[in-house]
């Protein structure tokens, strides 16, 4: 494995009969990182982790985490991780204190320090008061919360989380990232985060690659992406929807079009002071607009820019093809 990468991946395929989830990604992640793959539901993000955590062996290509092949040596590779995956792994019947020693047992740590382990994983993922109750009873957050204790249980090097926060009210999505990054940035833990949240990603995400039909299309700094679509976007929704072909052509005197997912958008060439002069010009043709936006480069512009769709509630589209990306260090 190249020096100080914690994950590598060549040309990784996976296949479910004609179907392919995951197709050709090359992908490095320096150590001590925080690496979001971003993208929406059915891009390959979870099968993608599935096969770096060796639930799932790959169709094609290799992969190594943490220094060790995902294929060939995967008891290593479990030792050296720790997962929490979209579906966690919890006993209703057992309180959440059980599960912690369970589970640091399982992980062979000594018996003398098991229960400081988890007491001190319970208070970290504020779980202290629940310790002692049924799991069933817990609510969407809580057991989330449980379950990256569990997977911290052992110290892990590396940390892969599946969509963690999908379905979480905002108070526990805060607290789940407070923890997120003080794990990257106090304890050097390499984190690999899937999410279909552009704030997630933005805020934990030290690198973000997106995925779209099982193949990168993107991949950097939030901030180098977001540059590389540079110019702010107007998005204008017309009242009459018959009207968005004049719409379209009365923006496109002050930009390039791009893709909306309501209306019709340009990507403006000379910046913000256009807006004052669209506004005029829909007047003078007597258009009138239900909604008129200025957006700033965002990640969904990024992935606007290279799918020609919006991230939430993409469809399907064009097979995928393979592609590479290398996520230097900083």
């Not at 496109?252 to 019709?264: E, K, N, Q």
């Not at 403006?268 to 807006?275: I, N, P, Q």
Request: with cysteine.
């Amino acid at each position: 494995m190249s020096e100080q990468l914690a994950i590598r991946l060549r040309g990784v395929v996976k296949r479910y009969g004609p179907i392919t989830a995951v197709n050709g990604l090359d992908l490095d992640v320096p150590e001590g990182t925080c690496v979001g793959l971003l993208g929406p539901n059915g891009a390959g993000k979870s099968t993608t982790v599935h096969m770096l955590t060796t639930l799932l062996p790959p169709t094609a290509g290799t992969a190594r985490v943490a220094g060790y092949d995902i294929v060939r040596e995967g008891p290593k590779v479990r030792a050296a991780i720790g997962a929490a995956l979209q579906e966690a792994a919890l006993d209703p019947l057992l309180t959440g204190r059980e599960h912690l020693r369970l589970q640091t047992a399982m992980h062979g740590l000594p018996r003398a320090e098991r229960r400081g382990r988890g007491d001190e994983l319970l208070a970290r993922v504020g779980l202290t008061e629940a310790a002692d109750r049924k799991v069933g009873g817990y609510s969407g957050g809580m057991k989330r919360r449980l379950d990256l204790a569990l997977a911290l249980a052992h110290r892990p090097r590396i940390l892969f989380l599946d969509e963690p926060t999908t379905g979480l009210d905002i108070q526990s999505r805060l607290a789940l990232w407070a923890e997120v990054e003080r794990l990257a940035t106090e304890e050097g833990v390499t984190v690999f985060l899937t999410t279909q949240y552009l704030e997630e990603a933005d805020t934990l995400a030290d690198r973000v690659a997106i995925i779209d039909h099982g193949r990168i299309v993107a991949a950097g700094t939030p901030t180098a992406l977001k540059a590389e679509v540079g110019r702010p976007t107007v998005e204008a929704v017309p009242a009459d929807p018959a009207e968005r072909e004049r719409a379209a052509a009365i923006l496109a005197r002050f930009g390039d079009p791009c893709a909306s997912s309501d209306g019709v958008a340009v990507r403006l060439r000379s910046g913000e002071a256009d807006l004052a002069g669209i506004v005029r010009a829909l007047d003078a043709e007597q258009l009138k607009v239900e909604h008129l936006q200025l957006h700033q480069p965002s990640l969904d512009d990024v992935f606007l820019a290279k799918t020609g769709r919006s991230l939430e509630g993409a469809g399907d589209s064009e097979e995928p093809t393979a592609a590479r990306v290398v996520m230097e260090p900083a």
